[in-house]
């Protein structure tokens, strides 16, 4: 494989290399790891940095249901709440009476 660099590039190329003396082929080899590295770290992917973001509660609040873990239970508390008749959906009267 050939690669252009730019002069710039070179200089810091041969400086790495004579810096860990070792081969080009081998700080264009770690800089690659180096790299994937960097954009695999969980810590460092915007997407992935959310996680975690909301987990601990202000001060004084209790804690917030955990959907993810017990989606079964808040879909299941949703439902049943929609059967049980709401007082103010009660009529009041009617025209008829």
């Given at each position: ?5 730019a002069?710039?590039?070179?200089d810091?190329l ?11 082929s ?6 690659l ?6 954009l695999?770290?969980?810590a ?15 001060s004084g609040e209790?804690?917030?249901?955990d959907?993810?873990?017990d989606?079964?239970d808040?879909?299941?508390s949703?439902?049943i ?11 009041h ?5």
């Amino acid at each position: 494989m050939q690669v252009y660099l730019a002069p710039a590039d070179q200089d810091r190329l041969e400086r790495l290399r004579e810096g860990l003396a070792t081969t080009k082929s081998s700080v264009l080899r770690r800089g690659l790891e180096a790299l994937e590295l960097q954009l695999s770290d969980p810590a460092r992917h915007p997407a992935l940095s959310i996680i975690g973001l909301f987990s601990s509660p202000p001060s004084g609040e209790p804690p917030p249901a955990d959907v993810a873990r017990d989606h079964d239970d808040f879909f299941a508390s949703g439902e049943i709440a929609s059967w049980s008749p709401d007082p103010r959906d009660e009529p009041h009267g009617s025209a008829f009476e």
